[in-house]
């Protein structure tokens, strides 16, 4: 089991930036597919971004292209989503994950390890 913790999060006005950083720890994530989420009060859990741990390929959800960069360094054990030009929309409590199975990287359910959520708030 990979043991993640997100931080970063906090309160910023609309056209600002934020970094949110996940540590893992447990094993080595080199392999693994991780990922960020997201999830709005009454809305469902939004795939955000991902990067697969062999070739680094990123994937990204629509809305966030050209604001939001996915990166991450295997030999700290650490992921990052660094995020500008927020919006008020972003807001959401953000999730990292980590999936050592292949299989569609905005999906959830291959992700089999969490994080406890950070939250960001995005003031209009």
């Known amino acids: 089991q990979v043991q993640l913790v997100e931080s970063g999060g906090g309160v910023v006005q609309a056209g600002g930036s934020l970094r949110l950083s996940c540590a893992a720890s447990?094993?080595?994530?080199?392999?693994?597919?991780m990922g960020w989420f997201r999830q709005a009060p009454g809305k469902e859990r939004e795939f955000v971004a991902a990067i697969r741990g062999g070739d680094g390929r990123r994937y990204y959800t629509e809305s966030v292209k050209g604001r939001f960069t996915i990166s991450r360094d295997n030999a700290k054990i650490m992921m990052y989503l660094q995020m500008h030009s927020l919006k008020p929309e972003d807001t959401a409590v953000y999730y990292c994950?980590?999936?050592?199975?292949?299989?569609?990287?905005?999906?959830?359910?291959?992700?089999?390890?969490w994080g406890q959520g950070t939250q960001v708030t995005v003031s209009s």
């Open positions: 447990g094993r080595t994530l080199s392999s693994y597919v």
């Open positions: 994950a980590a999936a050592s199975s292949p299989g569609d990287v905005s999906d959830y359910r291959i992700f089999g390890s």
